[in-house]
């Protein structure tokens, strides 16, 4: 199995690189007030899918720290509850 995931990523690779490869021509990119950017297609590409990528992970960030937060209260209240069922049970 660790072999066949080699493999897709090899695969992948290729693709992507046989990609980049064959859209290498040139990008104007027009701004505001009269600016340029004068860049190759793959890599504004790879910028823009990198800036996604970023704003994705940012956006789901919130809810990751919440739970992570909601999580360590939940997992303090059970081991206060096993101490004190604990304390409960021993004898006298």
Do not use: C, T
Request: zero cysteines.
């Amino acid at each position: 199995m660790r072999y066949l995931i080699w493999l897709l990523r090899v695969f992948l690779f290729l693709i992507l690189l046989g990609f980049a490869v064959k859209n290498d021509g040139p990008v104007v990119l027009h701004y505001f007030f009269g600016y340029e950017w004068h860049s190759s297609l793959i890599v504004v590409l790879l910028l823009f899918f990198a800036v996604g990528a970023a704003f994705g992970m940012l956006a789901v960030l919130g809810s990751l720290l919440r739970q992570r937060k909601e999580l360590a209260a939940l997992k303090d209240e059970l081991r206060l509850k096993n101490k004190l069922a604990g304390a409960a049970d021993s004898p006298k």
